[in-house]
């Protein structure tokens, strides 16, 4: 298990220069976005606009922070996302609009690109102790709100907001606890085998 500080996340302008993004975390690490495989990354939206597209990547957005968004992906209907809704995903290539409902918000943006990677983004609420099985490639456990203590078997450490924990490799238990009622977004990255030409 490693932890990622907020304070360390790499800032940087968004790829159609419509705002800032600071990076999380990256796969390969130190990837252009033309060459990542998975991102997860925090996004500042300060005003209306449209978002940056991405082809073969599939997108999940989470609102973190603020009133929230009505996203507007492609043709179909509009979505309001507020820091209680579902994960919300949708095709990276399609355009997409956000317009603020009152003010800044800040978002949790994770891409995989298709092919290579599949992900899978939910909410989870942490009061007292639990156990979740890390059970992907990699599973990033994303401290919303609160403070959250994760312990797996190479050891512990604590989460205050917009930190996270990264756990490879084997399947393995991770022990989360709370003090007070915490959330957690739980992403897992999972590698999709490459079909190998005959």
Not at 4 to 23: F, I
Not at 49 to 56: H, L, Q, R, V, Y
Not at 130 to 159: H, K, Q, Y
Request: charged fraction near 25%; aromatic fraction near 6%.
């Amino acid at each position: 298990m490693r932890l990622l500080r907020s304070a360390d996340y790499r800032r940087m302008p968004w790829k159609n220069g419509g705002g800032e993004t600071r990076e999380v975390a990256v796969w390969p690490e130190g990837a252009a976005l033309d060459a990542i495989e998975w991102r997860i990354s925090l996004a500042t939206v300060a005003s209306d606009g449209p978002f940056s597209t991405f082809g073969g990547v599939t997108r999940t957005l989470c609102v973190i922070q603020g009133a929230g968004i009505e996203l507007r992906v492609g043709d179909e209907p509009t979505r309001t996302l507020r820091t209680t809704s579902e994960p919300c995903t949708f095709d990276g290539e399609a355009p997409a609009k956000a317009s603020l409902i009152d003010g800044p918000i800040v978002d949790l943006n994770v891409m995989s690109r298709r092919g290579r990677f599949r992900h899978h983004v939910r909410r989870q609420f942490v009061s007292g102790s639990r156990e979740i099985l890390a059970a992907a490639a990699s599973t990033i456990i994303f401290c919303r709100d609160g403070a959250v203590l994760c312990t797996d078997a190479s050891g512990r450490g604590e989460l205050q907001a917009e930190d996270c924990a990264l756990v490879e490799g084997a399947p393995q238990a991770v022990r989360l606890s709370a003090a007070q009622r915490a959330e957690v977004l739980v992403i897992e990255l999972y590698r999709e085998a490459t079909r190998s030409g005959t």
